[in-house]
């Protein structure tokens, strides 16, 4: 009866405590995963949070003569999320997570879709860079691709 009794608690606690069993790859992704639902719930704080302080975000710009790469700084992303109507919708639908990670470093591989008030506008592939720091893991790094086609559906 006593070993029934000390199985369930410990299988309690398994569930109680479920952040303590999630792997590191699973812990960058719930980070991502955070970040788009902050978007889609207009969450500044719940967007900061995905962040370190000095994080950077680039955009691949594909031109017949040859790609450029265009710079964003976070607070002017987070700044485009708080100003965003109410009515407006934003979706970014993440259709794969490949991460790796090495120590302290993460790697995401997400290609995406991006639909505002249910109407697809454009996808691509995000490449985040994140780093597990004193608070857990933040997102220091973003660039990613923005095209109409061709797109996976």
């Known amino acids: 009866m006593t070993k029934r009794i000390l199985f369930a608690g ?3 606690l398994l569930f109680c405590f479920p952040a303590f069993s999630q792997t590191e790859e699973e812990q960058v992704e ?3 995963k955070s970040l788009f639902e ?3 719930a207009k969450d500044v704080d719940q967007v900061t949070a995905a962040f370190s302080k000095d994080a950077l975000m680039q955009t691949v710009i594909a031109k017949p003569e040859g790609s450029e790469v265009a710079s964003n700084a976070v607070a002017d992303f987070i700044s485009r999320i708080a100003s965003t109507p109410v009515e407006t919708q934003l979706d970014e639908r993440i259709l794969a997570y490949q991460i790796k990670i090495d120590g302290t470093m993460a790697s ?5 879709q991006f639909y505002t008030n249910g109407t697809f506008s454009h996808c691509g592939v995000n490449s985040f860079q994140l780093v597990k720091m004193a608070e ?3 997102i220091v790094y973003i660039i990613d691709t923005r095209r109409k086609e061709p797109c996976e559906r």
Request: charged residues 10%.
């Open 136 to 138: 857990g893991w933040k």
């Open 30 to 32: 719930a980070v991502i």
């Open 108 to 112: 995401a591989w997400t290609p995406y």
């Open 38 to 40: 902050g978007m889609r």
């Open 10 to 12: 410990l299988l309690g």
